[in-house]
């Protein structure tokens, strides 16, 4: 399951990041500049603590 929530937390996170260029360049409106960044937003703050706070990974440290 965490090679899967990792895979969800970069899509999320690209979410986060591409839109803006996209906007800069003129490619997308504001609008779903903004519905993109959410998602990103939301998707990323669900998927990452799932693999990044692992505690088996704690334990063999």
């Keep these: 399951m965490k090679p899967i929530m990792k895979f969800l937390s970069y899509i999320a996170l690209a979410m986060t990041i591409v839109p803006a260029f996209l906007a800069m360049g003129g490619i997308i ?28 990974e704690d334990e063999t440290i």
């Design 29 to 56: 409106d504001d609008a779903t500049y903004k519905t993109w960044m959410l998602a990103g937003t939301i998707g990323w703050f669900v998927t990452a603590p799932l693999w990044i706070f692992d505690k088996k």
